[in-house]
């Protein structure tokens, strides 16, 4: 069986949520057209920024849905489908299945913080249990554990195992995967905007990005720049926004990006679910200074 292969610059959503703190379906749209009009390469639907953690099942299975009917075909879907309960993973993915995604990204489990056998067993399960094509997700600053190399390879020789976005801060391990993994049609996606320009250097295929969703256009023809081989012109691209990408961070994301995109309309508010709040003062101060600067805000 092919799977698709994905590249460039592949946004991790925002659930918009309304005044009442439900999603927002028409800003959702919105949205899911902004990415289809400039080049985004996929979406990311209920991943770590579209706050899948707060989302009910039915909520998460909805949104969903809804991303794949507002792309229309036009741009790949993904679907966040991780867990740390493996026996969920497989029984969520099995609902994701009927909605019509490209592929699956299965965050590395949290808390409960599994050996590199554990993990090996967690994703080998899950994508013997579906036929849909899976990227790993491996973010230690958020689960603690993190994919070895050697676990990744072994992950990789799993036929329905397509790819990784890999959210690590050591940037030596992307030429390896990208050397050990060649043989079986793996791809590499950063995980990390401020670097990524730096690992698609190093051999990858693109990132999953928080900054697409507020510079989809710009982001999206610097990394397609960098991946056609002109690494030089991307550099000098891409200055503008180097302050863009680190400053979404300031405070828990998806919490900056939510405020710019609510201030420059593409949705209606910047609401979120608590444990997270709205951006502080301070913050918004800070981010106007940012996006005037990058001329993102006019």
Known sequence: MSYPIFRGSIVAIITPLDENG???????????????????????????TGE??????????EVIRKVVEFANKRVPVIAGTGSNCTA??????????????????????YYNKPNQEGLYQHFKAIAES??????????????????????IVRLAQLP?????????PDLHRVGEIVSRTKEFNFVHLSGEDPTALDAIALGSNGVVS????????EWAQIVETALNGDYAKALELNRQYANVHTSLFIEPNPTPAKWIAYKLGLIKTPN???????????????????LTAAKVFK
Do not use: F
């Open 160 to 168: 329905n195992v397509i790819a990784i976005k890999d959210a690590h």
């Open 272 to 290: 979120q679910r608590l444990p997270l709040v709205g951006l502080s003062e301070a913050g918004q101060e800070k981010l106007t200074k940012v």
């Open 130 to 151: 579906t036929a849909l094509p899976q990227i790993l997700y491996n973010v230690p600053g958020r689960t603690v554990v993190s994919l070895d190399v050697d676990t």
């Open 22 to 48: 439900n999603v927002d379906y028409a800003s959702l749209q919105n949205l899911v057209e902004y990415h289809v009009q400039s080049g985004t390469s996929a979406i990311v639907a209920c991943g770590t």
């Open 52 to 61: 899948a953690v707060t989302l009910t099942e039915e909520e998460s299975l």
């Open 88 to 109: 969920k993973a497989i029984a969520y993915t099995k609902k994701v299945e009927a909605l019509g995604v490209d592929a699956c990204l299965t965050v590395v489990p």
């Open 210 to 217: 928080v900054s697409a969703n507020v510079i989809a256009k």
